[in-house]
C-alpha cells in the first residue's frame, strides 16, 4: 500500500506540473484517430491504441538510452570528470533526497560541447556539458545540477518523451495523409480532368494550413508549460539549498547570451523564461530569508 501512495504522488506531480504536455498528448492522439480513420474504419481506436501503447512503452522503457544518444552523452571517462563532477552531483542529490525523499535514482552524464548548458534527459539522466564544466565554478554547477534534478522528480522528462511521442506519430500520420492527398492529384492530372484537380489542391491547401496551425498551437502551448517547469525548478534549487549558486551561475549565462536577440514569435516558443526573470525569482526568494 505503501509503495501504491508512493507511486500515486509521482503520477500526481507529473500530471499536476505538465498539465499542458498531457492535454495536448491527447489532442495528438484525438487527431491521429482522425487520420487513420479512413483506411481503419472497423478497429480504429484499437489501431492508434496499439500504436500509442507500444511507441510510449518503447520510449518510457528505453528513454534514457534513446535521448542519451540523441544528445550525444557519455559516461565521466577521465579522471579529471570523475573526481570534479562526481563529488558535486553527490552532494546535491543527498541534499535533495532529505528533502524529497522519493526522488528516484538518478546517474550523471557528460556532453561534449562547449556550450554552457546541462539538461534532464529520460527518467534517470543528468548531462552537463563541457564547456558548463570548465565555465561554471563548482558551486554554480551544483546549482545547475539541482535545478535539473527538479526535472526527472517532477516528470518533466517524462512528459516530453510522451509528447516526442505523440507528435512523432502525427507528424509521421500527416504525410501518409498528405502523400495519399498528392496521389489523388496525380491520377486527376493523368485523368486530365480539372475539377478534380482543383478538388484536391482545395484539399491540400487546407490540410497544409491546418496542419501548420497546430503545429504552431502545440508548439507555444508546451513552450508555455516548459517555462513554467523552469520556474518550477529553480524554486526546487533554492529549496534544497542551491538557491544562491543557481543565481551566480545565471548571471554568467546571461552574460554569455548578451546581444542575442529573440522575435516576439521566437520569444513565445522559447522553452526558458527570460534569464533576468529567473534571477529576479531566485533573488526574491533569497531576499525573503532575510526578512
Partial sequence: MKQFLKYAKRLFL??????????????????SLT??????????????????????TVAL????????????????????????????????YQNAKEIYSDLPKIKLYIVDSLTVN???????????TQGAMETLTADELSGVIAHEISHVYYGDTKAVIVNTIGNGIFTILSVIVKLIVRGMEFIAMTLESHILQAVFNFIRLILEI?????????????SFNSRGNEFKADKFAYEVGYGEQLTQALYIIQKMSLGQQMKIVA????SHPRTSKRIGRLEDLTDRDFE
Avoid at 14 to 29: A, D, E, L, P
Avoid at 118 to 128: D, M
Fill in 14 to 31: 507529473i500530471v499536476k506540473t505538465n498539465i499542458f504536455y498531457i492535454i495536448w498528448f491527447f489532442i495528438y492522439f484525438n487527431y
Fill in 118 to 128: 546541462a539538461v534532464a534527459i529520460g527518467n534517470h539522466t543528468i548531462a552537463v
Fill in 35 to 56: 487520420f487513420s480513420f479512413p483506411f481503419f474504419r472497423e478497429n480504429t481506436l484499437l489501431f492508434c491504441a496499439i500504436i500509442y501503447a507500444i511507441s510510449l
Fill in 61 to 92: 522503457g528505453a528513454g534514457d538510452i534513446i535521448f542519451r544518444l540523441l544528445e550525444g552523452a557519455r559516461p565521466l571517462e577521465t579522471k579529471r570528470e570523475k573526481e570534479y563532477l562526481t563529488p558535486i552531483f553527490e552532494e546535491v
Fill in 267 to 270: 520569444k513565445m516558443q522559447s
Fill in 210 to 222: 491546418w496542419l501548420f496551425c497546430m503545429l504552431w498551437l502545440g508548439s507555444f502551448i508546451l
